[in-house]
């Protein structure tokens, strides 16, 4: 795995963009480490991803993330080989299993139960409430995380419509721009400018936020006096908090590394933080 402030990325990225039929716009580079993946990824939102090797920096095959097999068997858990009906009808009986563990923790709790009796209804009533109280912590975990992620995209459809008058009864277009808000465009100068070396502006982002593992950079109008560059990535420091749906991050000029914005961990709104925790 080479370290991130030691490579050269200048003669990669002039590769990729020699491209003719590379877009312009935001460039996106996913850092050696991210995914465990030691390739450095060249790509843009509308185009694919080009794998170099960091250290030679050669063109190589990307070989891809996902396995057929490793997808269907994780797929099981939540009913994706049956699509959208089979992940919702997971989401229903974890919702049902919810209910369950939390009625029972209640009658427990509330009725005065013998201790364990000498005939077979006692000792089954007894240890039935003893594997209760032992597993809930776990299966309380489980089901709660099960019914979020099984209704709370395809499930959510009635109460989507309730909410908007009617108007969609998709979710996903609300809380998008929640969980995934877009940058501001940031207007082109049309003026050419020298680029600090990434790596050198890698560094200068450790040394604003040293907690942050840094994954991705993004480029945005490189080459123009207007550009920045926008390092995101994860903060051990936090776990629970971030990494999938919430990523601190740091935006630095091209031209000269100075601090633009800055977004941590606990800058997002309360939701954010809710889900990325559930998820987790």
Known sequence: MADIIEIDYEPMLASVLSDPNFPEGNILLDLPGFKEDPALLISHQFFPKIAFNPITQKRIQDEGEKSNLAMFLNGLHYGRPLEKTGVTIFGFVAAGGLFLITGGIMLVVVLKFQGLGKNKRSVFSYWHRKLLLWTSPFLLVIVLCASVMGLSFDGLGPLVHLVTH????????????????????????????????????????????????????????????????KLEGYNYNAPFLNGITNKPYLVLSGNDGSLTKQSKVLDRPWGVLLTEFVYF
């Not at 969980?179 to 940031?186: A, E, K, S, V, Y």
């Open 166 to 229: 009617g108007e969609n009864e998709n979710i996903r277009p609300l809380i998008g721009p929640v969980l995934f808000p877009g940058d501001m465009p940031i207007k082109k100068d049309n003026k050419y400018a020298p680029m600090l070396p990434i790596s050198d502006l890698i560094k200068k982002a450790q040394k604003i936020d040293a907690n942050i593992n840094f994954q991705r950079l993004t480029l945005i109008n490189w080459g123009d006096e207007s550009a920045r560059i």
